[in-house]
């Protein structure tokens, strides 16, 4: 479209093209055509423009924004018009087109002329098939693969900034945003939808070991091996408090559902709930006997649950910070779980599941086999556990039975989380593998596959609030 030739295009070229040969109204179109959609009612005439738009003029479009150096926004405006669309056909063309330049993004900007010459031969069978990509062909010098692949990966892209392992991955709550904590000391944000880094905040003077967004999206709280937690702005990537008052590592930190609090839990054996506007420390919560590992409020904020590291879960009052219960249990608890509802906790302790009715603290049931990992769905009908032996098993909790075995990992399960929909898990395992699975029957979601993404143990998983992206952090300091 651009006439640019087969090689590279110097600054000057592109000011060039783009001053005559693309109209104003046509690069503003280019740039923005994506935001007014998104505000637009869907009408069959819209439809039908975007569905034309997908398959003749996909590729054109592309060439103009990667002479304007707008590649990024090509990646959010065809996530965003896939959102929109009530069409098929053009939702599988815009999800290709996303995941086109995100995986050849690299190639495309140093010309347009390399969409085709050095980027269509190598797209994916089935995603080449009956596209506009297969019409370009032609354009293209002719490639043998002996090993082409069928689709794409499932994984969108790595995130290499860290240097050490990677400890936290915490989503924002709009799903836009992902934030990681590492050894290196640093946390990171990231766009979830371009893998673009946008603020490295640096300022702890020990490893992360916990991140959490806030209700709103507009802070993160940080906990740290220097004995403190941070509270930065995901906006700005500025340090907004430093929260002193733990005498030990920090390993936990979450926000309340009202954002108006957080709760710091510490190896210090105590709790401490913070005001994130003013930085001031409300009360410090006692009566652990070991250190915590894990923390989280109560679905409606008045309470705060603890995991020991010597296997005591420990209720407070968080307007009091008076303990209300202390559930024991002999054997070492490894994980513990809030159903979505807030009506029942789950803790896996290595040879069952022990599943408590959380307002009266009773016993409900017991769920016999091997667990080191749980997690609940969210409609608190299921629950997913992880074993030693890499399988990953899911319950009806309501009659007490298998519904599914997965067989993906070789070992040690570390890691579970559950998609919003309730429908799907991510697993993370000791074996360098992050899987996706069926929920209700516990088999490898399509296109899903267990290929290795890290070179060391999946540390952390997260899904993001709308289910489509997921995340993993690695020994090797990477994110998947």
């Not at 935001?35 to 592309?62: M, P, Q, S």
């Not at 002996?146 to 900034?161: E, G, H, P, Y």
């Not at 009360?283 to 109560?298: E, K, P, T, V």
């Not at 069926?438 to 296109?447: I, R």
Request: glycine letters at 8%; proline letters at 3%.
């Amino acid at each position: 479209m651009c006439d640019v030739g087969n090689g590279l295009v110097s600054e000057l070229d592109v000011e060039t093209i783009l001053q005559t040969k693309v109209e104003g109204h046509v690069l503003y179109a280019c740039r923005y055509w994506a935001a007014h959609l998104k505000e637009a009612v869907w009408t069959d005439e819209l439809g039908a423009a975007l569905k034309y738009f997908c398959e003749h003029r996909i590729l054109y479009w592309l060439e103009i924004l990667c002479l304007d150096r707008k590649l990024g926004s090509a990646i959010l405006a065809l996530d965003s018009a896939r959102q929109w669309t009530l069409d098929d056909s053009s939702s599988t063309t815009l999800a290709n087109g996303y995941r086109y330049v995100l995986y050849f993004r690299n190639t495309i900007s140093l010309g347009p002329s390399h969409i085709y010459q050095s980027t269509l031969p190598f797209i994916p069978r089935q995603n080449l098939s009956s596209s506009p990509w297969e019409r370009e062909l032609h354009r293209s010098p002719r490639v043998i693969l002996t090993d082409r692949r069928n689709t794409w990966d499932r994984i969108l892209f790595t995130l290499t900034a860290h240097s050490k392992d990677v400890n936290a991955v915490a989503y924002s709550p709009d799903g836009g945003l992902l934030a990681t904590g590492s050894r290196d000391k640093k946390v990171i944000i990231w766009d979830s939808r371009t893998g673009a880094q946008i603020h490295s905040l640096e300022g702890h003077s020990g490893q992360v070991l916990a991140v959490d967004f806030s209700p709103n999206d507009k802070l993160i709280a940080s906990g740290s091996w220097d004995n403190s937690v941070r509270i930065w702005s995901s906006v700005t990537g500025v340090l907004i408090h430093t929260l002193n008052g733990h005498t030990n590592a920090v390993g936990a930190v979450s926000f309340s559902p009202l954002g108006n609090m957080v709760a710091s839990g510490s190896l210090d054996k105590t709790v401490i709930l913070w005001n994130p506007g003013n930085g001031s420390l409300l009360r410090i919560l006692n009566g652990a006997s070991s250190d915590l590992w894990w923390i989280c409020f109560s679905p409606d904020g008045t309470q705060i649950v603890a995991q020991s590291s010597d296997s005591d879960i420990i209720i407070w009052d968080t307007d009091t910070g008076t303990v209300q219960s202390r559930l024991q249990y002999p054997d070492t608890i490894s994980s513990i779980a809030f159903s979505p509802d807030g009506k029942l906790l789950a803790f896996a302790s290595g040879r069952e599941v022990i599943i408590w009715d959380y307002k009266s603290r009773t016993l409900l049931r017991k769920l016999e086999g091997e667990a080191f990992y749980v997690t609940f769905s969210r409609d608190g009908r299921f629950i997913a556990t992880g074993r030693g032996n890499g399988q990953i098993v899911t319950w009806d909790i309501t009659s007490d039975s298998q519904i599914g075995i997965s067989n993906g990992h070789t070992k040690l399960v570390v890691s579970l989380a559950v998609s919003p929909d309730g429908s799907r898990i991510i697993s993370g395992s000791e074996d360098g593998t992050a899987a996706v699975w069926d929920m209700k029957s516990g088999w490898e979601s399509p296109g899903e596959s267990d290929d290795k993404v890290h070179k060391g143990a999946v540390h952390c998983v997260a899904f993001s609030s709308d289910g489509r992206k997921w995340a993993s952090g690695g020994e090797e300091g990477t994110v998947a």
